[in-house]
């Protein structure tokens, strides 16, 4: 198609499946990528297998309703940049609608639960369409959690209307041997902002696209993310920020922690900075610390930049392996190995959890997911030197 995909900005994005070809694991967005763990997703016959079940603060501040793909709230934000996004796309009859109402403050927080089977059965191929809208001036949060079986494509459209400013935490904690694609796709309009959070902790591969378009003056970002991966698991972050409009900021900052010998991780950040986008302001940040031997994190920072009046933009990506000077100096006050690897970890994402968590039960649940999956890895630790 004469595709340039040395700028970021013309790769191909579109709501037409068949303008995406298989890929290979040759393409730039699939390089880092187990394509063939993923070719189910790809395909145009996928079932809706999972379950979303809604709570909250539903009432003048938050509506959520099942509406069809022709509802003039779907379809808005930016379309998608791979095939396995246009596939959810294409299979998603109906979507769930997260509605917070415009000048309306919701204090409470919306949980959107995407519930897979119990295991009992093979998690079938599956497809799943969340669309979250934040009318003009609308505040609060919602928190997306994914538990259970699944082997599942989802597409979740994020759209801030002018002066919207709300909060989203995707917490994926899949069961063992769950597959997940998913792409979030976001437009903020003029003095929008937006607080965009995932926590990775679960499955055998969850592979996220996140696109941010900052298409409205003055719109900004915080984009962050934690993942915890052991031997075995496949998380991958892939993020595009958008700088379309002048005077926009962006702040992006992802950690994650490695855990078994086996363990992947993949970050990619993309960042665009458009002609027209004067006044930009932005940085992103990734840092992963690797636990143990043989564990892999890949970190691709990129900056492109198509003007110079701009008030500031960089990047910085570290990948280090456990201090064992740090181990040393806690073991020798009398704290157990296990124990002392875990007080260095939470310090590693302490002050990433208190920025996503606006609200204390959000900050509690976050601590006490990563504690779990951290207790898991020490019990299996304690097993196996027995």
Not at 216 to 233: F, K, R, W, Y
Request: glycine share 10%; hydrophobic share 45%; charged share 20%.
């Amino acid at each position: 198609m004469g595709i340039d995909t040395k700028s970021r900005g013309t790769r191909l994005a579109s709501f037409d499946l068949t303008d995406f070809p298989m890929p290979t694991g040759r393409e730039e967005e699939w390089r880092f990528t187990p394509v063939r763990d993923l070719a189910d997703l790809l395909l145009d016959d996928l079932a809706a297998e999972v379950v979303v079940q809604v709570q909250g603060p539903l009432g003048s501040g938050v509506t959520v309703e099942v509406v069809g793909r022709d509802h003039p709230a779907i379809g808005l934000a930016p379309a998608p940049g791979d095939r396995v996004a246009a596939a959810a796309w294409a299979a998603a009859e109906s979507a769930t609608l997260v509605t917070l109402n415009a000048g309306k403050v919701e204090d409470g927080v919306t949980v959107v639960r995407v519930i897979g089977s119990d295991g009992s059965t093979p998690a079938r191929p599956s497809a799943l369409h969340l669309a979250i809208l934040a009318k003009a001036g609308a505040r609060g949060t919602v928190l997306l959690e994914h538990t259970g079986l699944a082997h599942l494509t989802q597409g979740v459209e994020i759209v801030l209307e002018e002066g919207a400013d709300i909060t989203v935490i995707s917490v994926h904690d899949w069961a063992d041997g769950s597959i997940q694609a998913a792409s979030h796709r976001v437009r903020l309009a003029q003095d929008a902002h937006l607080k965009h959070a995932v926590v990775a902790l679960g499955g055998a591969l969850v592979r996220l696209t996140e696109q941010f378009e900052l298409a409205g003056p003055g719109a900004s970002l915080d984009a962050l993310g934690i993942n915890v991966t052991d031997s075995g698991q496949h998380h991958e972050a892939q993020l595009f920020v958008d700088h379309a409009a002048a005077n926009c900021r962006s702040r992006v900052a992802y950690k994650g922690a490695l855990l078994g010998p086996l363990a992947r991780s993949v970050w990619i950040g993309d960042v665009l900075i458009r002609s027209r986008a004067e006044g930009t302001d932005t940085y992103e940040l990734n840092r992963n610390l690797v636990l143990s031997k043989g564990a892999r994190a890949d970190s691709v920072p990129n900056l492109e930049i198509e003007t110079g009046q701009i008030l500031g933009a960089g990047h910085a990506s570290a990948t280090g392996r456990f201090d064992e000077e740090q181990l040393f100096y806690l073991q020798s006050r009398g704290i157990p190995e296990e124990l002392a690897r875990s007080l260095v970890v939470h310090a590693f994402f302490a002050e990433l959890i208190d920025q996503i968590g606006v609200l204390g039960e959000i900050k509690d649940a976050l601590k006490m997911a990563v504690d779990s999956k951290l207790d898991q890895r020490s019990n299996h630790n304690q097993r196996r030197s027995q």
